[in-house]
């Protein structure tokens, strides 16, 4: 399984960004497929899951404003950021579990206060 993150950028405090994660390779495996992230000097940290059958799973953080959705027929997954704020600033990494764990490189996502 591979996955290649897009979607980041810089933005100011109250915007929106939509994240996408494309997932190739032996996708009809995948269990659960999401997002964590990592601020500098922090650890990364769960963001959103999805699993194979529909379940979503948020940190509490971002429940309300963050939203993760798939679309099976491209092997896309989505991370809708609503109301973001300057701590959300962190490298966002899409994940994939299969029979291992896959990380996609990160793409960077910067709010301005």
């Known amino acids: 399984v591979h996955v290649v993150e897009s979607g980041g950028g810089f933005l100011h405090a109250g915007g929106s960004l939509r994240l996408s994660c494309a997932a190739s390779g032996s996708t009809f495996s995948i269990n659960a497929i999401g997002w964590y992230r990592q601020a500098p000097g922090m650890q990364r940290e769960l963001v959103a899951t999805?699993?194979?059958?529909?379940?979503?799973n948020y940190a509490d953080s971002v429940k309300g404003r963050f939203n993760i959705s798939r679309d099976n027929a491209k092997n896309v997954v989505y991370l809708q950021m609503n109301s973001l704020k300057p701590e959300n600033t962190a490298v966002y990494y899409c994940?994939?579990?299969?029979?291992?764990?896959?990380w996609g490189q990160g793409t960077q996502v910067t709010v301005s206060s």
């Open positions: 999805i699993n194979s059958g529909g379940a979503t």
């Open positions: 994940y994939a579990v299969e029979r291992g764990v896959f």
